[in-house]
């Protein structure tokens, strides 16, 4: 069994290569929801839904999120109400929103909505949240002009203000108090390898290693943990990852992301373009290796969960 952290975009771009490198069922993806939020009633896990569309085949690979062919017929009249209409939800998409809700309205638990949905999609993965309960990212920024401290949801910060104000602060809010999703920390245990995608260090994998026990789980097992680096050239293929891994005390490098890791991976996959960092990784007792680490497409992104792979025999 293989393991897998996940956050959304990223993460969904990697497990699609992951999924036609070893047989679905051999894989659990453990996903974030620090990005949950409730709008219109309505319970949204973006990143559950992004690694469950993509490892479906129906993401909109262009458009980088949501459902290929999506429509926005319900935002559009939305709009005509006093209501925030800044958050993308397309029609397809509402779909799934209806149904998670409506299942844990009735008292189903996250992870148990969460299989619902992927077996509907036929996803041969299996799909856990991080947590059963409420966890959420906060990002305290300083907003322009004023420069007065400004607490938000990770949503507020990412999509309606796209990630254009100074962070100060990223918290994860009820991680205190939230238990690992049942599975959680047996996947863990019984793996014969965990990957950490290369998915956002603060926004997508820190609230899952904030979750009690989780952390400490990995950490026993460094030997069979690999993470692969978001970065290329100390940037983000995409996202915030730049604005916000200062604000959680972390150098925007591939030396930045083996730092946040170094207490329980054995190897960090860095692309070849940062191989100048090797020594720097290397001091912080975390082996490099280096790889072509942008996905274009399902070609690259299966060579490189082929490469994690072999990291991985014993
Ligand atoms: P989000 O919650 O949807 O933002 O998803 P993730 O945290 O999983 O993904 C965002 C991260 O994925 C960003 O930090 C990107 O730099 C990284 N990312 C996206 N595409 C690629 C890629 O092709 N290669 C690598 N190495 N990282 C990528």
Request: proline share 6%.
């Amino acid at each position: 069994m293989i393991v897998a952290l996940a956050g959304g975009v990223g993460a969904a771009k990697f497990l699609q290569g992951l999924v036609r490198a070893i047989d679905p069922a051999e894989i659990t993806v453990i996903v974030n929801t620090g990005d949950d939020i409730t709008l219109y009633g309505l319970h949204i896990s973006p990143d559950l839904d992004s690694v469950t569309y993509t490892l479906a085949d129906a993401n909109d690979s262009d458009r980088g999120w949501g459902l290929a062919h999506e429509t926005f017929r319900c935002l559009e009249h939305l709009a005509r109400y006093p209501v925030p209409s800044w958050f993308q939800l397309g029609d397809g998409d509402l779909a799934t929103h209806l149904f998670r809700t409506s299942r844990l309205a009735e008292g189903a638990r996250l992870s148990e909505v969460t299989a619902e949905i992927a077996e509907a999609w036929g996803v041969g993965a299996r799909i856990l949240p991080m947590t059963d309960d409420k966890v959420t990212t906060r990002v305290v920024i300083e907003e322009a002009g004023t420069g007065r401290g400004m607490d938000l949801h990770f949503q507020e910060y990412f999509v309606e203000r796209q990630a254009q104000d100074p962070v100060r602060e990223i918290n994860y809010e009820g991680v205190e108090v939230a238990d690992p999703a049942p599975g959680v920390i047996d996947a863990i245990e019984s793996a014969d390898g965990i990957i950490l995608c290369p998915s956002n260090p603060v926004a997508s994998i820190g609230p899952i290693l904030a979750i009690d026990g989780i952390r400490e789980a990995l950490q026993q097992f460094s030997n069979k943990v690999v993470a692969i680096s978001p970065l290329i050239r100390d940037a983000p293929v995409k996202g915030p990852a730049d604005r916000m891994m200062p604000a959680a005390g972390l150098e925007v490098s591939a030396a930045g992301i083996a730092d946040a890791y170094r207490d329980f991976i054995h190897t960090l996959v860095i692309d070849f373009a940062d191989e100048s960092k090797v020594p720097e990784i290397e001091a912080l007792e975390v082996e490099a290796a280096p790889a072509q680490t942008l996905m274009r497409g399902v070609p690259q992104a299966k060579a490189l969960a082929k490469t994690v792979l072999r990291l991985l025999e014993p």
